[in-house]
């Protein structure tokens, strides 16, 4: 199976600065990772995802790095803005399924 | 394109009751999943389904708990009868492959 952990419950950022989010997973088969965010009474919401053959992309304002030698990976978000309060999710997919970690709420102070 | 749809968004039952909880997934998706989550759990996956058919239901708790899917459009997830341990939130979501998925709304589920 797959065991998948954040290192911090809470991160509290200062708005315009930078968000660092860590996780770390226990499967070395698992090939295919994803960022959620969730929002207060709604879904998970996809941020972006990374395949274990790289280890970094980006989008828009955010990157994902992935170092599969110690099965680490994490979300920078680039000048925090208030909208993006709210709890992250890493999951990584092995035999076919999605395994969460806890949750790192993020909290943006203006 | 809606989204994935469920319904209904709140539910409030006493133990014993039967609940179903109903998913409309993202039209052309083959993949259909059932989470549930909890502060202590977090999110878990109950059940996938892959062009209607059940595929893995290892994570349904019990024999309380079933899941169907009739067709590409709808499934439903059946707890019968219910517990106050039942209550969380209840995801659905689909992908058009193992990959990404995306999940709907959610279903509040309280049990008294």
């Known amino acids: 199976g797959e065991s998948v952990g954040l290192h911090l419950p809470t991160l509290s950022v200062q708005e315009g600065d930078n968000s660092i989010i860590n996780c770390a997973y226990s499967?070395?088969?698992?090939?295919?990772f994803i960022w959620y965010k969730q929002e207060s009474g709604k879904g998970p919401q996809f941020i972006i995802d990374?395949?274990?053959?790289?280890d970094k992309r980006q989008g828009q304002r955010v990157t994902v790095l992935l170092n599969k030698t110690v099965k680490h990976l994490s979300l920078q978000i680039a000048a925090t803005q208030p909208g993006d309060s709210a709890v992250y999710f890493c999951?990584?997919?092995?035999?076919?399924?999605?395994?969460f970690g806890a949750g790192t709420t993020v909290t943006v102070r203006a | 394109d809606a989204g994935v749809i469920q319904s209904p968004r709140h539910e409030v039952t006493e133990m014993g009751q039967e609940v179903t909880l109903r998913c409309k997934p993202i039209?052309?998706?083959?993949?259909l999943f059932w989470y549930r989550q909890t502060m202590m759990r977090g999110l878990e996956l109950l059940i996938y389904?892959?062009?209607?058919?059940?595929?893995?239901d290892s994570g349904m708790p019990e024999d309380r708990f079933s899941a169907k899917m009739p067709n590409a459009s709808f499934s439903t997830l059946k707890i019968q009868p219910s517990e106050p341990r039942d209550s969380a939130v209840y995801f659905c979501?689909?992908?058009?492959?193992?990959?990404?998925?995306?999940f709907g709304p959610g279903t509040r589920l309280t049990v008294l």
């Open positions: 979501a689909s992908s058009p492959s193992h990959n990404e998925q995306f």
């Open positions: 499967n070395s088969a698992s090939d295919y």
């Open positions: 990374i395949r274990s053959n790289m």
């Open positions: 999951a990584a997919l092995n035999d076919y399924k999605l395994s």
């Open positions: 039209s052309g998706h083959d993949y």
């Open positions: 389904f892959n062009n209607n058919v059940p595929i893995d």
